[in-house]
């Protein structure tokens, strides 16, 4: 028989348990790198120095397939701080200057329901979305974005604060983003910030005939030496990640804080960042929730930037009080490799700068991608950078029928309606089974799903299926 105090007492141990987990801190990091594309140690690089990064994916989780909405920088912030696709938030494209995209006034943000939730908030480097009454902060910390070092040292107040409550710090670094002027010949160090002299940053260079080009780029000598300039810059990023992780241990929160790493969309060159094929939309994503056992999981959870604001907000123990998000926590699956039920997401993408008119819509699932190129007697357009890239210009300069990775020139900028591929057969997206009979049932069926998509997320552009 049972021992009525012994059974007592283990009761008490549970509930004492229960209870410290949901008193347990909540604080959370979410560090968004500008422009990079899975390009670090931990996801097969074997070139570039992110020791950082991949010992974060160590003490965490990897997410294999994980993606943006809309590889565009605006755009994209406005997803991940929302939960809601950029469709639905109005920020179609870029904030700055002339462009003046803006997010409706009537979103409720991240930084509004975490404030809600009595969190203090802050935001320290590259913001890009607005107006600032939809995206509130508590406080902006001052710094160079271009130096992540820099920004981590200045966020230890924030970090540190003699404050009961948790805190939400949104990490924002403008590497690796193209800086600078554009034109130059690549071998000047001016494309990608790196001409800065950055205080606590080690200069990270690389050699040109070490890159791994990846296979929509062209492998030439000037391809190579603008992917070298951007290894340099994401080192930066790599070094920023190190410095505010020492932070969070110094301040006795490493064990208390989520942490999340991810990027807004893909590398800056064409054929990645503004395009829904793979390279613009499939990105790094690394997380660490620091009362899970697992370490150095491997996630093949198809997850979605709309679904970063659900998952923080379910970390913080307040989600069950939200409403009118579009994606989903992917708490739960942090720690299974392979998860039921993630094994699609969709993409929306409709601006970049204010001349880039675009609009596609794309549904992924683990075999198949059908993109929709709503304006597709439109060539092709271009973001002032990308169009300013020495790697492209070199091969525009050849004419349309040249090569730029495993497509012409003129297949890159002329595009039909729709563009189906078999992503098993068909890695590269190179071969559009859209008009092919023996496709048309999954041409049908991923149609079907593109559309009620739309419907559920009250899209705009909806109405493009019925008079064009």
């Known amino acids: 028989m049972i021992n009525k105090h012994s059974a007592l007492a283990a009761a008490l141990v549970l509930l004492s348990g229960v209870y410290q987990a949901i008193a347990a801190p909540k604080n959370v990091v979410l560090v968004v790198a500008d422009d990079l594309g899975p390009d670090l140690g931990c996801y097969g690089n074997r070139v570039i120095k992110t020791s950082n990064l991949d010992q974060l994916a160590a003490e965490g989780t990897r997410f294999t397939h994980a993606f943006c909405t809309t590889a565009s920088c605006s755009p994209s912030r406005s997803v991940i701080l929302s939960g809601l696709y950029n469709h639905a938030t109005g920020q179609y494209g870029l904030e700055h200057s002339v462009h003046h995209f803006r997010t409706f006034d009537e979103v409720k943000t991240l930084s509004a329901r975490l404030a809600d939730a009595h969190y203090r908030t802050a935001r320290a480097g590259k913001f890009h979305v607005g107006p600032n009454e939809v995206y509130p902060f508590d406080r902006v910390v001052p710094g160079n974005a271009r130096n992540a070092v820099e920004m981590a040292d200045h966020c230890r107040d924030v970090i540190a604060a003699a404050d009961e409550r948790p805190f939400f710090l949104y990490f924002c670094t403008s590497d690796p983003h193209r800086g600078g002027r554009y034109g130059p010949p690549p071998n000047k160090p001016n494309l990608f910030g790196n001409e800065g002299q950055y205080s606590g940053v080690t200069d990270q260079r690389y050699d040109p005939k070490d890159v791994i080009v990846p296979s929509f780029l062209p492998d030439t000598p000037i391809c190579r030496a603008e992917l070298a300039q951007y290894y340099q810059s994401a080192s930066r990023v790599d070094q920023g990640v190190g410095r505010l992780i020492?932070?969070?241990?110094?301040s006795g929160h490493w064990n208390d804080t989520l942490v999340i790493f991810i990027s807004d969309n893909g590398i800056p060159f064409p054929g990645a960042k503004t395009t829904v094929y793979d390279p613009g939309l499939r990105l790094p994503c690394l997380v660490r929730n620091p009362y899970l056992s697992q370490r150095g999981v491997q996630s093949e959870a198809m997850v979605s930037w709309v679904d970063i604001a659900p998952t923080i907000?379910?970390?913080?123990?307040?989600?069950?009080?939200?409403?009118?998000?579009?994606?989903r926590s992917f708490l739960g699956a942090i720690e299974q490799r392979r998860p039921a039920g993630w094994d699609e997401i969709y993409g929306s993408h409709t601006f970049h700068e204010v001349t880039m008119y675009y609009p596609m819509r794309a549904v992924r699932t683990r075999q198949y991608k059908l993109i929709w190129n709503i304006a597709h007697p439109l060539p092709f357009p271009f973001a002032s950078d990308l169009w300013r890239s020495p790697t492209w210009q070199d091969v525009f300069a050849k004419g349309?029928?040249?090569?730029?990775?495993?497509?012409?020139?003129?297949?890159?900028?002329?595009?039909?309606?729709?563009?189906?591929?078999?992503l098993e057969q068909d890695p590269d997206e190179l071969q559009n089974l859209a008009s092919d009979p023996r496709h048309a049932a999954t041409v049908a069926q991923l149609k079907a799903k593109i559309k009620a998509f739309q419907q559920r997320t009250k899209d705009p552009w909806m109405h493009k299926w019925e008079y064009e």
């Open 313 to 327: 907000l379910d970390f913080a123990g307040v989600l069950a009080q939200q409403t009118g998000l579009q994606g």
């Open 400 to 422: 349309p029928q040249a090569i730029y990775g495993k497509r012409t020139v003129a297949a890159y900028i002329n595009r039909p309606r729709f563009e189906l591929y078999d």
């Open 246 to 250: 020492q932070v969070l241990k110094e």
